[in-house]
C-alpha cells in the first residue's frame, strides 16, 4: 500500500512559478513509477508528466518546456517544478504512484488546488 499526500498548491499570477510536492509512504515508493495528472472544472482528468524508476520522464505536450518532474528516492518524495503558468494551468493536481510506466494510476493522493490568475 501506498498513501500520497500533495503539497506546495496555491494562487500564483501568470507567468510565476510553483513547486508540487508529494510525500509517500510506503516501502514501494523507488519501485514504482510517479505521476501527476490534473483536472480542471468541466474537463476529463489529464496525465501532465511522468518519471520512472530509473529516472525516465516525459510530459503532456501542454506542459513540455515548462514543468519539469523530479523524484528523491531516499526521502520518499516526487516533486513537479512548474514555470511560465497560465491561466489554463488552473486545475486540482493529483500525485499518483503505480506500476505502468506509462499511466501510472494505482495509487492517488487528494490532490491539491492550483490557480494561475491575476
Known amino acids: 500500500q501506498v498513501q500520497l499526500v500533495e503539497s506546495g498548491g496555491g494562487l500564483v499570477q501568470p507567468g510565476g512559478s510553483l513547486r508540487l510536492a508529494c510525500a509517500a509512504s510506503?516501502?514501494?515508493?523507488?519501485?514504482?513509477?510517479m505521476g501527476w495528472y490534473r483536472q480542471a472544472p468541466g474537463k476529463e482528468r489529464e496525465l501532465v508528466a511522468v518519471?520512472?524508476?530509473?529516472?525516465?520522464?516525459n510530459y503532456a505536450d501542454s506542459v513540455k518546456g515548462r514543468f519539469t518532474i523530479s523524484r528523491d528516492n531516499a526521502n520518499n518524495t516526487v516533486y513537479l517544478q512548474m514555470s511560465s503558468l497560465k491561466p489554463e494551468d488552473t486545475a486540482v493536481y493529483y500525485c499518483t504512484s503505480g506500476y505502468s510506466t506509462i499511466y501510472p494510476n494505482n495509487y492517488w493522493g487528494q490532490g491539491t488546488q492550483v490557480t494561475v490568475s491575476s
Open positions: 510506503g516501502s514501494m515508493f523507488s519501485r514504482n513509477t
Open positions: 518519471i520512472t524508476t530509473s529516472g525516465s520522464t
